[in-house]
Nanobody, 123 residues
Framework: VQLQASGGGLVQAGGSLRLSCAES????????LAWFRQAPGKEREFVAS????????IYADSVKGRFTISRDNAKSTVYLQMDSLKPEDTAVYYC?????????????????WGQGTQVTVSS
């Protein structure tokens, strides 16, 4: 499974970005998908997850109400719409494929990872 994340960049606080992550072999329609992020000097942390049907989503408290995760199984793509961005959202964002079909925040539950895309929010 190869994951290709894109959509990162530099944005001012209060702005928006939309991240995309496509899975090359289109084998993830039965798996939950997620976004994690890692800031310099910090551990990787959970951002959002979506179940295989797209109807079950969970979010980290720090992004709830500002970020929206979605998926298009026909395109084997997961998205992260990020609004009202804050400087503390600055990190490398990674997409991941879960071992199962249910959304979860548990890092050890994810078996495949994309290469990451940098998001920088200036104040």
């Amino acid at each position: 499974v190869q994951l290709q994340a894109s959509g990162g960049g530099l944005v001012q606080a209060g702005g928006s970005l939309r991240l995309s992550c496509a899975e090359s072999r289109r084998t993830t329609s039965n798996n939950a998908l997620a976004w994690f992020r890692q800031a310099p000097g910090k551990e990787r942390e959970f951002v959002a997850s979506i179940g295989y049907r797209g109807t079950n989503t969970i979010y980290a408290d720090s992004v709830k109400g500002r970020f929206t995760i979605s998926r298009d199984n026909a395109k084997s793509t997961v998205y992260l719409q990020m609004d009202s961005l804050k400087p503390e959202d600055t990190a490398v964002y990674y997409c991941a494929v879960a071992r199962g079909s249910l959304a979860t925040s548990r890092l050890e539950y994810y078996r495949n990872w994309g290469q990451g895309t940098q998001v920088t929010v200036s104040s």
